[in-house]
């Protein structure tokens, strides 16, 4: 299985994490179809670890993290993100144009895999993970690394009126205007809302990669794959 690697957990061997690709099809809203489970242990064994210690979430567009810390927690509760310091928990969320946004503590060894489409920015979700951090792990968030990996990019999310607004008077660093049209940039947005909860800007990698301009490569809810089709991001410590 190939993923998508990032430049900034390059340094630490003790951790994986990554990107899926288009091809492994991680569609959640169906977590027992014959497809997903194909991916999950495909996944897996690519991963080396056992799939009852690979985690999912029923991502609900909210903004709460799950903590896992042993292995009966392996059903699928509504969340969207998933953390641990525990080895061996590979941590999975699911994505056709939201946010993947993984992080990693190496001084803790803390992880946390969260999903953050429009709705979960406007939630500050991202700053919902850092505090999760301090307060469960004692993590600095001068510390905390984050890789932010490929979803709509700003090129191709026109959105409505009211989701321009709402990231006007939340996030205006989101929101833009082009040719008359209105846009939303869910990059500088997760980047934003990390910094104000004290990650370092260099400790923050954006992939930068539209996934509907390249949609060949990843799923895109926006470009056709609404009722299947959905790529991973996933971090674990070893
Ligand atoms: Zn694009």
């Not at 670890?49 to 392996?74: G, P, T, W």
Request: glycine content about 8%; hydrophobic content about 35%; aromatic content about 12%.
């Amino acid at each position: 299985m190939n993923y998508l690697e990032f430049r900034i957990f390059k340094d630490y061997p003790e951790i994986a994490a990554g990107i899926t690709y288009r091809g492994d099809d991680f569609m959640h809203i169906d977590f027992h179809s014959e497809t997903f489970l194909d991916s999950k242990a495909k996944l897996a064994a690519e991963l080396g670890v056992l799939e009852r210690d690979v985690y999912f979430v029923n991502q609900v567009h909210e903004k709460e993290i799950r903590m896992i810390e042993s292995a009966s927690q392996n059903d699928i509760l509504s969340y969207d993100g998933l953390m641990t310091n525990c080895p061996e928990k590979l941590l999975v969320t699911c994505y056709a144009d939201c946010v993947p946004l993984l992080f990693y503590d190496p001084e803790k060894n803390v992880v946390a895999s969260v999903h953050s489409g429009w709705k979960g920015t406007i939630k500050k979700i991202g700053a919902e993970a850092v505090k999760k951090m301090q307060q469960e792990y004692g993590c600095h968030p001068s510390d905390i690394l984050v890789g932010i990996g490929p979803s709509i990019g700003p090129c191709c999310f026109e959105v409505g009126e009211d989701v321009y607004k709402e990231f006007e008077q939340k996030i205006p660093v989101g929101a833009f205007q082009d040719k008359g049209k209105l846009f939303v940039d869910l990059w500088n947005a997760n980047i934003e809302i990390l910094l104000a909860a004290g990650v370092k800007r260099e400790n923050i990698e954006c992939k930068g990669i539209c996934t509907c301009c390249h949609h060949d490569k990843y799923y895109s809810y926006r470009s056709g794959d609404k009722e299947a089709g959905r790529f991973a991001a996933f971090i674990m410590v070893k």
